[in-house]
């Protein structure tokens, strides 16, 4: 009797373990195939005019890029970045910050309770001035840091190019040289698919520290309650739920392109001024608005043109929530655990480009695995409006006071205006709050993040680091101002920069004015003391100053004074 129930139990146990191993296994293919596959090749207008290259169109840059650049560089640690993205919001409050452990993005092999990722949202938009347009952030611009892997995944908007940038800070850890480069964009959009937007999981948020399980077991693992690299350990649930948002915000900033270039067509610039006008009246009157007005009817008309056929997708930015806590519990997390417990999985990626890595790690369910492709989440066709709404979301709250003062808060005399622009302001070309802000002003206002005439060039992932065996005189600045002065996206400060060893001598000669940044004798204590490098709340001061000072004067001598010729 007892040996049949104990061959029972054996059966359902067998059979429990290949369900759940049959359940486990992973439906997507590897990463480092699906990386290789090109995006399939479309004819849409769209994919002409915004292209899917890795680095930015010419002439255009990221979000992340003008930031870094208006502030003279990058700054390290990563708490001195927050602080950075905090000063650029009006009201001087912190970006949105939450700890994911467990998480499933590329890097998550080497993020664990102790060493939590860190994502972050900036959420705010800029004053406008008389004449300038204030920045613009909500859902353009997001974080995501590893610190074990030493990296910085960086997903910010392009507003001349009309699409996302994929960025890396690589290197990012004390003492080092970081590079922020351009992703492989083939890599990121395994996951982030569609054309390349933020995902984020849903409602609960159960990987993020918003919920109190995961963020009490990142307070057990670390042994404190102290704040993680300026992330408190514990957030409310409202900072996940609008993390979320900001993600689904940003997505459809990209399908909003799409609709606006293939929804109404090459030709189709009256459909993309009815689309503008209708989305100002949607802005004034959210509520009171009309989806089957006669002027949307007029909108689905001109649409009906030249819509795709096969309709516009709206890609799904949510992946399906994940209880990585609740997995390991009960009766289905003990047999999980007899099935996973001896298998050497390795550490996963390192970095973004150790794919092989990240295919060792444990599979993923299907449903919940973010490589799995995703059904959309719309299939918008000629007879929605949901250009209108994207649109709308363009503009800033400043933008519209502006355009409501001017107009005498009166929407009638700005559909006028709309109605008067010449036809060339909507021509075939990615929709551009900025743009637009102009166009309907009347103004060139300035706006922070177009102009790139003063930055140094946007870098490709995978260009070695400079090695030094020739110019052994170059090794004083690699080690004490590469850090700041190599890769630097602002181009007056990027004066250590060049592709080989004798490029960055010839630059680091030409620029005078090291000679008086390093001579700390002569000018510590004046007015130009603040000049005097590296910056004393730098690492690299640090550093420097426990050296001989005989360092200090070798890198002098390698600028030729002016008076040397
Ligand atoms: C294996 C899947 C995967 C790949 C590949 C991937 N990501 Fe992600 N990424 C995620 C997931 C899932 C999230 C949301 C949750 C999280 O951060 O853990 C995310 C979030 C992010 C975020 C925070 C904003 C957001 O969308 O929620 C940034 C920034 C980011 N990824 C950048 C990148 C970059 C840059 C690349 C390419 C180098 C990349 N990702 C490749 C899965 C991936
Ligand atoms: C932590 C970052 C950092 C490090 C490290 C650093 N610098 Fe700088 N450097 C800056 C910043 C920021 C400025 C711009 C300051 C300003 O304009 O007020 C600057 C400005 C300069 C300038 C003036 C440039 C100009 O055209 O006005 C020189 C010269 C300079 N640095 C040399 C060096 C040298 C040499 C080292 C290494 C010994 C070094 N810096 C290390 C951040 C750094």
Same mark, same amino acid.
């Given at each position: ?45 769209s ?25 003279d ?53 800029q ?31 392009n ?21 922020i ?5 083939a ?38 309650q102290?704040?993680?690299l ?11 739920e ?66 795709p ?9 949510d ?35 150790? %794919? ?5 790690? &444990? @599979? ?5 695995? $973010? !490589? +799995? *492709?995703?059904?959309?989440? /719309? ?5 929605n ?52 802000m ?7 206002q300035?706006?922070?993040? %177009? ?5 140094? &060039? @946007? ?5 070695? $680091? !400079? +090695? *030094?065996?020739?110019?052994? /005189?170059?090794?004083a ?10 890769g ?41 003391a603040?000049?005097?490098?590296p ?24 600028? $030729? ?5």
């Amino acid at each position: 009797m007892k040996k049949i129930t104990l061959g029972i139990v054996f059966v359902l146990l067998v059979l429990a373990i290949t369900t759940i191993a049959l359940f486990n296994t992973p439906s997507s293919a590897p990463i480092t195939e699906l990386a290789k596959q090109n995006p399939s090749k479309n004819t849409y207008l769209s994919s002409q005019i915004i292209p899917d290259t890795d680095l930015p169109p010419a002439g255009t840059r990221s979000l992340f890029d003008h930031v870094i650049a208006l502030n003279d560089g990058l700054p390290y640690p990563f708490s001195k970045l927050i602080a950075l993205l905090k000063a650029q919001n009006p009201d001087n409050t912190e970006p949105l910050t939450l700890l994911i452990p467990n998480g499933r993005s590329l890097l998550k092999g080497q993020a664990d309770n102790q060493h939590p990722r860190i994502v972050v949202a900036s959420d705010f938009d800029q004053h406008n001035t008389v004449t300038g347009l204030g920045m613009a952030t909500r859902g353009q611009l997001f974080l995501g840091f590893v610190e074990n892997a030493n990296e910085i995944e960086v997903l910010s908007y392009n507003e001349a190019a009309g699409r996302f940038e994929f960025q890396l800070v690589q290197n990012y850890c004390a003492g080092c040289v970081p590079r922020i480069v351009y992703a492989r964009r083939a890599i990121c959009t395994t996951c982030h698919q569609g054309g390349g937007a933020p995902i984020f999981s849903q409602r609960p948020w159960n990987e993020t520290n918003g919920q109190q399980s995961t963020a009490a077991a990142i307070a057990a693992a670390r042994g404190n309650q102290q704040a993680y690299l300026g992330v408190a350990l514990q957030q409310p649930l409202a900072n996940s739920e609008r993390f979320d948002q900001l993600t689904d915000i940003g997505n459809f900033y990209q399908a909003t392109q799409r609709l606006w270039l293939d929804g109404c067509g090459k030709e189709g610039n009256e459909c993309r001024r009815q689309m503008l006008s209708l989305a100002l009246q949607y802005t004034d009157n959210a509520g009171g608005f009309d989806a089957n007005s006669s002027q949307a009817q007029v909108l689905k008309q001109l649409q009906a043109v030249s819509f795709p056929k096969e309709g516009i997708f709206v890609a799904e930015s949510d992946v399906l929530n994940r209880d990585v806590i609740g997995e390991k519990q009960g009766f289905k997390g003990w047999l999980h655990s007899l099935i996973t417990r001896d298998i050497k999985f390795g550490e996963g990626a390192k970095d973004n480009e150790d %794919l092989s890595e990240f295919d060792k790690l &444990p @599979p993923l369910r299907k449903e919940l695995d $973010p !490589l +799995t *492709i995703r059904a959309p989440k /719309q299939l918008l066709t000629a007879n929605n409006i949901d250009g209108v709404y994207g649109v709308a979301s363009f503009f800033t709250q400043a933008d519209l006071k502006v355009l409501a003062e001017q107009n005498g808060h009166n929407m009638s005399h700005l559909i006028k205006k709309v109605n008067a622009l010449p036809l060339d302001v909507f021509a075939a070309k990615p929709f551009s709050r900025v743009a637009m802000m102009q166009a309907l002003t009347g103004k060139t206002q300035t706006y922070c993040c %177009l102009n790139t005439a003063e930055m140094s &060039p @946007p870098q490709a992932s995978g260009v070695p $680091p !400079l +090695t *030094i065996h020739k110019n052994t /005189q170059l090794q004083a600045f690699a080690d004490n101002c590469f850090a700041c002065h190599r890769g630097n996206p602002a181009k007056r400060l990027n004066f250590m920069a060049g592709a080989n060893e004798d490029e960055v001598l010839a630059n680091i000669q030409a620029k005078k004015e090291i000679r008086d940044a390093l001579d700390w004798e002569r000018y510590e204590g004046t007015d130009k003391a603040s000049k005097l490098m590296p910056p004393r709340d730098s690492l690299q001061y640090q550093q420097l100053k426990k050296l001989d000072p005989k360092v200090r004067q070798q890198m002098r001598d390698t600028v $030729p004074s002016l008076f040397d010729f």
